[in-house]
C-alpha cells in the first residue's frame, strides 16, 4: 500500500480514503469541536496527502499515523479560523427556535453541548497535550505512531499525555458537580475525562 500511494496509484489511494476517512474526521471533531471544520480538516488531509505522497517510505506498517499528523496541523490551523468565527457568531442575534423542531432536534442540541463542554476543559490543556490526547486515547494510536504522526520521541508522547491525564483528573475534581435527578454528568472537564481513565495497551 504504501509503494502504490506513493507511486500515484489513485485506486490505492482511494482504498486509503476508504479506510481511513472515518478515524481522520473524528480526529478533526475532537480538536476542533466543530462538525464543519472536521469535514474540512478530512478533505484537506486527503488533498495534503496525495500532493505529498512521494515522501511516504516504503517501508512501514499502516498509513494511519501518517494521516492523522496531517489532520492534526490543518486542525491547529482551522482552530484559529474557527475561534474567529465563533466571535463573530456571538455578537449576532440568535434566532428563534421554531417549537414545531424541539423533539427532533434535542439530540443534537445535547450533543453540541457536551462537546463545547469537552472543548471547554480540552483548551485548559496546551495544545501539544491536547494532540497526544487526541492520537493516543481517542484515535487510538500507540506511543510509537503517535510519535511518528506528531514527530517527536516516543518519550515525549509519554511525558505528554502522563500530564494531559493528570490536569484532566485534577479539573474533573474541581468542577465535580452533584448528579442531576437522571444521573447525568454535566461537568466539563469529568466529561473529557471520561476517556483519559482508559489505560492504552
Known sequence: ????????????F??????????????????TGDWSAAEEIMSETF?????TRARV???GGSLLPWL?????????????????????????????????FALRTVGRIDDARRLRAVQ??????????REVLALCVWSGLDYRQTAEALGIAV????????????KLAHL???????????????????????PVREELT
Open 1 to 12: 500500500m504504501r509503494r502504490r500511494v506513493r507511486e500515484g496509484d489513485r485506486e490505492a
Open 14 to 31: 482511494a482504498q486509503l480514503y476508504e479506510e481511513f476517512a472515518r478515524a481522520v474526521y473524528n480526529h478533526g471533531l475532537r480538536l
Open 47 to 51: 488533498l495534503t496527502a496525495w500532493r
Open 57 to 59: 517510505h516504503e517501508d
Open 68 to 100: 492523522l499528523g496531517i489532520a492534526t496541523h490543518k486542525a491547529d490551523n482551522a482552530g484559529r479560523a474557527l475561534r474567529r468565527r465563533r466571535l463573530f457568531l456571538a455578537r449576532q442575534p440568535q434566532p428563534p427556535v421554531e417549537e414545531d
Open 120 to 129: 471547554a476543559a480540552l483548551g485548559r490543556l496546551r495544545r501539544q497535550e
Open 155 to 166: 518519550g515525549t508522547v509519554r511525558s505528554r499525555l502522563s500530564r494531559a491525564r493528570r
Open 172 to 194: 474533573a475534581e474541581e468542577d465535580r458537580e452533584p448528579p442531576t435527578p437522571r444521573g447525568e454528568m454535566t461537568s466539563a472537564a469529568a466529561i473529557a475525562a471520561l
